[in-house]
């Protein structure tokens, strides 16, 4: 059904579920989809249940470039060639690429590669992503990232990049004798349901930001990654895998280098592919607005699936906010 809504513009009438007040949230999604781009999808999931799904100026199945949120998938993926025994958290990556060895980054381990502790200093998030999109192949890639220069020991230092992620992605197509792409879809994308998510059609995949989902193939990544690894009574990833990648790696002893998280956010952990925000609650907020995240102490998942490149503090504090007002409706 379709109602008017943000001056007479159309949008889908939300669903949610009766014994549950979500007017707030609807209230929010009014006066922040301007602010987000002009469209905006969200859906809540509870115990197995949609409870709130609503579309703003589209449909649900709007399909979109969801940036950062990508690294969530990529390190899912890494975890199901470690669940199998193909690989191990503490491999060391000059073992399956000698290239990093030969610039003296032999010794970081798949698992610093998983949580943005390389010690390697990159370009800043967009520039290097606009620079990788120029790549032809992986080699290419990683004979690229092998030239950067190290700003730390591995393990400490804490730069949250493209570079780890792109190695870790190397080192699963030379396991798997596959492009990431492929592997992606057989592991993680068809298992899921997830048929209209994937790494573009490029000739190199970018595993840390270089996704295309929808909101409702997203939804069903959170549901396996709440659910422990399950997914409609299938099991795609071990619980203790769920448990390491929402471990927090940024101890004491580890100097932030960069970071995207502001005080909006409050103090921040990261696992792998994925923030640590709070108790039981991990995101992976993309830089284009998609916001996931999943409270495993209130039993639920969350997507927002926007389109917009203004973000910084604003845009943390706005997630902030849309994450108090879902809660308090599933209270």
Aim: net charge neutral; with cysteine; hydrophobic share 40%.
């Amino acid at each position: 059904m379709l109602v008017f809504g943000l001056s007479g513009v159309v949008q889908a009438q939300p669903v949610a579920s009766a014994s549950r007040d979500f007017s707030k949230v609807d209230a929010w999604l009014e006066a922040n989809t301007r602010k987000m781009g002009g469209r905006a999808v969200l859906m809540v999931e509870k115990d197995g249940k949609i409870v709130y799904s609503r579309a703003v100026n589209g449909g649900e199945e709007w399909r979109a470039p969801i940036a950062s949120c990508s690294k969530w998938l990529s390190a899912a993926l890494v975890m199901t060639f470690v669940d199998e025994g193909k690989l191990r958290l503490d491999d060391t990556v000059g073992y399956y690429l000698p290239v990093l060895s030969a610039h003296g980054k032999g010794q970081i381990t798949v698992r610093q590669c998983l949580s943005h502790l390389t010690g390697i200093e990159e370009l800043p998030l967009r520039q290097s992503l606009a620079e990788m999109r120029g790549i032809r192949t992986m080699d290419e890639a990683i004979e690229k990232i092998a030239e950067m220069t190290m700003e730390g020991a591995p393990g400490t230092v804490f730069h949250y990049s493209n570079a780890g992620l792109q190695i870790a992605g190397a080192i699963l197509e030379k396991i798997g004798g596959k492009s990431f792409g492929q592997l992606f879809l057989e592991r993680i994308a068809q298992p899921l349901g997830m048929a209209n998510t994937d790494f573009g059609r490029g000739p190199v995949a970018l595993p840390a930001g270089g996704a295309n989902s929808t909101t409702g193939d997203y939804m069903h990544f959170l549901e396996m990654i709440r659910n422990k690894g399950m997914y409609n009574g299938v099991r795609i990833l071990r619980a203790s895998s769920i448990d390491e990648m929402q471990l927090d790696r940024l101890g004491p002893d580890v100097r932030i280098g960069y970071s995207p998280a502001s005080g909006a956010m409050g103090k921040v952990g990261y696992g792998y592919g994925e923030w640590i925000m709070g108790p039981g609650v991990v995101s992976s907020p993309g830089l284009f607005g998609a916001f996931p995240w999943v409270d495993n102490r209130r039993g639920y998942c969350a997507f927002l699936m926007a389109y917009y490149l203004l973000g910084g503090q604003e845009k943390q504090e706005r997630d902030m906010e849309l994450i108090g007002l879902v809660n308090e409706a599933l209270q």
